[in-house]
Every structure is written in C-alpha cells, then in structure tokens.
C-alpha cells in the first residue's frame, strides 16, 4: 500500500531541500522536518486506547497508543530523517543497517552492518529518503521478511516508480512525499533531489587510510 503525504507545509519544504546549492546544515534540518511530518501522518493509523487524566479541574480522557515502534535508519542520509521521526515517537526503538550500492548497473547492493532490536510483535519503520532501483530496500526487506513483525513500513521523501515496482511483493506500506518517473543511468532518481548522503554530510574520501 503507498500512502502519498501531499500536506502542503510538506511539499513545500520539499520543494526547500531539492534546491541546487542547498547548504547541508538546511539539508539536514529539511530532513528532520520532514521526517517530523510524515510521522505525524503515520501516528494516525496507530492502535490507541482510551485513559483518563486528572486535571487541576476535574478527569479527562486522552487516548494513550499502544503499538510498540522501532526505527530502523539506513545510513548514512536517514540519520537527519529519522531524528525527526523519533522527534515524534521518542520511546520507540532504534536500529541500523549500513547498506550502500554500487555506481554502475547492475547497481550491487552490500549490506555491511545489521543491527535492530527485538522487533516481534512491533511496528518497524525503515528510514530511507530515497527510493530509486529499489536495490538496496529488496535486500533489507529480504533480511526482514522472516522476522515476527506487527507491520513494515517504508518512510522514503521521494519515491521512483521502478523502486517501488521492484519492492511491490513484499507485504509492506509505503509512505513517500513525491512518486517520479525516471532514472538516470546512475540510477539516480530525477528530477529527484541528487545524493541524499553527500547532500547532507558532505561527499566520501576515497583516500582515507585505515590504521
């Protein structure tokens, strides 16, 4: 299921972070912002349960949510995203899956670090702004299917049509703020917003030597 947030405050800060030139301290703080919203979204959906509070005045009810969430982060470009995610969720869990795709078709996904709470019975959100081949979020979804969970959702900023078509086998919910057609031949998304990570963080040393 693709549940497109189209609230007006969201595609405007979309419309924010996909400018050329963007700084990456107004980059990362777009991702938290949206991340934010798109939760605020999602917290509709939840399962709740009605309680009564005391006031200085008198008793109120409040409804109180019941599903547990973990929060998975796929790095590097997620960690801004998430935050605004957990902005709203602060009791949920957290987990981390380093995952990064080769620059040339076929695109070669290596999954480096895995590592997420216990998950049974809990909703998981998995945290990615992009969704471009689909590569890298089969190979995830593929480690997660056989995990004992509540439901799987996917918060991705923009979405491609041939990513989502790539994922649309397993029993998943997506939630995304634009769909868009085309893939460049890197595989990126366009017109899309370019590379989430060196966007936010600044683009990898290659001559970095290990000791």
């Not at 935050?83 to 795709?101: D, L, N, S, T």
């Not at 216990?118 to 590569?135: F, R, S, Y």
Request: net charge neutral; hydrophobic share 40%.
């Amino acid at each position: 299921m693709i549940n497109l947030v189209d609230n007006l405050i969201v595609q405007e800060k979309l419309g924010r972070i996909r400018r050329k030139g963007i700084d990456p301290a107004h980059f990362r703080h777009g991702l938290t912002d949206i991340g934010r919203y798109m939760a605020y979204e999602f917290a509709n959906t939840l399962s709740y349960e009605k309680t009564r509070v005391q006031t200085p005045l008198g008793v109120a009810e409040a409804p109180r949510i019941t599903d547990e969430i973990t929060i998975i982060s796929v790095l590097r470009a997620s960690l801004p995203f998430s935050y605004g995610i957990m902005k709203v969720f602060p009791e949920a869990q957290h987990g981390i899956i380093g995952a990064w795709r080769e620059d040339k078709s076929p695109f070669k996904v290596h999954i480096d670090y895995f590592k997420i709470p216990e998950v049974h019975g809990k909703i998981v959100i998995i945290a990615d702004p992009m969704l471009a081949t689909g590569n890298t979020m089969e190979q995830i979804l593929e480690r997660l299917k056989s995990f004992p969970i509540k439901r799987l959702v996917i918060f991705n900023i923009i979405s491609a049509k041939a990513g989502l078509e790539r994922i649309k086998r397993f029993d998943i919910e997506v939630y995304t703020c634009s769909i868009e057609e085309e893939l460049d031949n890197s595989g990126y998304i366009v017109p899309g917003l370019g590379d989430a990570g060196d966007l936010a963080f600044g683009k990898p040393s290659k001559t970095i030597n290990l000791k």
